[in-house]
Nanobody
């Protein structure tokens, strides 16, 4: 059963911005570490960003300074704000919630950066 639902993907121009969303049940959102990962065509899945249940963040070097991971507790929603998008950011983006007792993934949302 898919418990995380990503949205907000689409086609954007290089240099543009996009905000991805990930909706999760409160039981997961409030107590799990959250991540964004991505898989580009023909490539391995790549970790993008983490937001721990304590509020700490970390980013892959390839997106540091351009992407921001955050969450809205009132909406049970995780966000990935993506700025200055590049063609190499083109990928299916996945939301992940995890801790010792569980590991849940969304179905992914496609981001295409192209002119």
């Amino acid at each position: 059963q898919v418990q995380l639902v990503e949205s907000g993907g689409g086609l954007v121009l290089p240099g543009g911005s996009l905000r991805l969303s990930c909706a999760a049940p409160l039981s997961i959102f409030s107590s799990y570490n959250m991540q964004w990962l991505r898989r580009a065509p023909g490539k391995e899945r790549e970790w993008v960003a983490t937001l721990t249940d304590r509020g700490n963040t970390n980013y892959a070097d390839s997106v540091k300074g351009r992407f921001t991971i955050s969450k809205d507790n009132a909406k049970n929603t995780l966000y990935l704000e993506m700025n200055n998008l590049k063609p190499e950011d083109t990928a299916v983006y996945y939301c992940r919630a995890f801790r010792g007792i569980g590991d849940y993934w969304g179905q992914g949302t496609q981001v295409t950066v192209s002119s």
